[in-house]
Every structure is written in C-alpha cells, then in structure tokens.
C-alpha cells in the first residue's frame, strides 16, 4: 500500500465533511429563512382580518394553519366564515392557499364545497356546492394582477321571497387582468358553459353565456380602492366598454356591446347595440314566462319573426340588430319601455 493512501483517505474525509456542513448550514439557514417568512406572513394575515373587521366584517377561520416546509407557504383555513353589519353572511367549508418560496407572488386558491351566503334583510339565501374550484391570483408589490377562477359542475341551490329552485352548469369561469390594449383599464371575463335552470324549464338545451366587460381608468380597482371613489375622482361617471354579451341557446343566439357609464348611484346609462341570430329558439325559451295566450308575446313574436337580418354578430352570421338606450338604468328599445336595469351599488353604501 502506497504511504499517500493515509493522506489522501483523510483528504477525502475532510472534503466530505466540509461539503456535508454546508450543507447542513445551507438546510439551517433556508429552514430559518422558512420560519422568519411564516411568521411574517401569520403576521399580514392577523393585520388584514383585522382591517376587514374595522370595515364592518367579521372574519372567523376554524383551524387556521401554515405548512408547506421546505419550499412552498400553504395556508389552510377549515370552515371560514364572514359576517358584515347588515347581518349578511357567507361560509366556505375550506380554502387552501399555496405560494411558492422563491415566488410568493402568485397564490394557487382551491375551496372546498360546498359555500353559503344568506343575506336576511332581501331575504336571500342559498348555496353553492362544486366538483372542482381553484383560483390563481398574481400579485405585484402595490396591487393585484391577473385573477383566474374555474369551478366545474357548480350547482346553486337558493330561495328568496320571489321564487326558489336550482341552477347548474358544466363549467364557470371568472377572469380579471389589467387591459393589455389600453393603459389604465380592466377587462374582465366570465363565461358559464351548459347553463340550465329549474326556473326554466323551456330551455331545449342549455345555455351558454360570455361576457367581457372593459372598465376604463379603473386600474385603482386592483389596489384596492373603493368604485365609488373611482367614480367620484372621475368627475363623477366611470367609461365603461361592453365588448360582448352573449347568450347562446341552440341555434339562436343574443348579443350585445357599446359603452355605457355608471354613475355615483351605481345606474348605468349609454347605448348598446342589440344582436339576435334565428330568434325561433329565443322565443320558445321565454315564451312560459308570458300567461297563456299572451298578447304581449304574439305582439313580440310577430314582430322578432318579421323582422330581416340588417347585419352580424360577432361571429359573422346574418343578425336582427337593434339599439337599445339605457338612461339611468331604465330600459328602452324606440318607443317602447322594456323596465330598470337595478343599481349595481346602492348609493353611500
């Protein structure tokens, strides 16, 4: 055996040892690192439920936890609940939150079914109940980015003093992002695939519904400010884009789109351009909610049926196109009043 074996064997060792303290000091350090982050983290979220008490809502977390070692940050909240002083209230059987160490800005959300929401004063009360939910929401330091909500085959069950019964679809999805055509603006899209509803039991096939709205000067919106400042600071009417409405049941198919403002009442006026495609499965759909032999419906059919195509949908097909004028929320197509567009906000609420 060569006298260098000793050396080089200890060598060996010595290297081995220094490579499995840095190691140990690099796991020492991250898990520190972990530790100090959870503990600020646990620490932001005491603050922000505290400043949503100070608003007027309770929020109340069974279980609250943070794990998620070595590489992640995963929030998990068991039976949350929330409150505000009108005596509404909501619940989520659970709501995991997952972020990333090394990108803490975009926050992966899964809920758990089913959710509630009563609101005592209207006397509305239902609930939601999901195959699947989860959300993803990307932050920057001053506001909140892109959102994006899918929940598949949710059901909502729910009773007000008008009616009651249940509505169900395949797929529903929420999507809000800063424009990325107009400096300042947010669009935002909601689309629900395969809609169907035991209040409509004419339906020949389900509906599907998109939606894309465009909110000018609203990117305060994403950090948080309140829409009724916004308004307020805009000299009091926020801009805002319909880019497209559209309801889709078979062959037929409703649209709309124009610019409207809304006002520090929440009443929203401008003019919209309306589109309908085949309306025969339009007017099969709403006949049911016209007493029987209804004049007002023979009078509307009449006159869907007789109308011509004048131009196209978004799609391109052949449409009747019609303008219908909003004024404060009132409703009107020419002459004829078609009812109120409720507020999408009660004023100084």
Not at 56 to 69: A, F, P, S, W
Not at 100 to 129: C, D, M, Q, R
Not at 199 to 215: E, G, I, K, N, Q
Not at 287 to 307: D, R, V
């Amino acid at each position: 055996m060569s006298s260098d074996t000793p050396i080089k064997e200890t060598s060996s060792k010595r290297k081995y040892l220094l490579l499995l303290a840095a190691i140990l000091l690099v796991a020492a350090g991250w898990s520190g690192a972990w530790a100090y982050g959870r503990s600020v983290l646990a620490s932001q979220i005491d603050q922000k439920l505290a400043q949503v008490s100070d608003l007027g809502t309770e929020v109340n977390c069974r279980d609250l936890d943070i794990g998620g070692y070595p590489f992640r940050y995963e929030i998990y909240c068991k039976d949350l609940r929330a409150a505000d002083l009108s005596g509404a209230e909501s619940s989520v059987a659970g709501l995991n939150a997952v972020a990333l160490v090394y990108n803490p800005w975009h926050v992966i959300l899964e809920a758990k079914t089913p959710a509630a929401v009563s609101v005592p004063l209207k006397g509305f009360a239902g609930e939601l109940s999901w195959e699947t939910a989860w959300a993803s929401a990307k932050y920057s330091m001053d506001s909140l980015g892109d959102v994006d909500v899918v929940l598949t085959q949710p059901e909502l069950n729910f009773q007000n003093p008008l009616a009651s019964g249940r509505a169900g679809s395949a797929k529903a999805e929420l999507h809000l992002r800063a424009s990325p055509d107009e400096t300042g603006a947010v669009d935002g899209f909601v689309s629900i695939d395969g809609l169907t509803s035991e209040l409509m039991p004419s339906l020949a096939s389900p509906v599907d519904t998109r939606f894309h709205v465009r909110v000018r000067d609203a990117a305060p919106l994403l950090a948080g400010a309140d829409l009724r400042w916004i308004i307020q600071e805009l000299g009091g009417e926020l801009p805002v884009r319909l880019e497209l409405a559209e309801i889709a049941m078979g062959m037929s198919r409703f649209g709309a789109s124009g610019d409207l403002t809304v006002n520090g009442a929440g009443a929203l006026s401008g003019t919209l351009t309306l589109t309908l495609v085949q309306p025969d499965g339009f007017l099969k759909t709403i006949q049911p909610l016209f007493p029987a032999g209804s004049n007002e419906f023979s009078i509307l059919e009449s006159l869907l049926t007789s109308l011509k195509p004048t131009g196209t949908d978004h799609r391109g097909d052949p449409a009747i196109e019609f303008p219908l004028i909003l004024d404060h929320g009132l409703m009107r197509v020419g002459f004829i009043t078609l009812g109120r567009i409720p507020p999408l906000f009660q004023a100084g609420s």
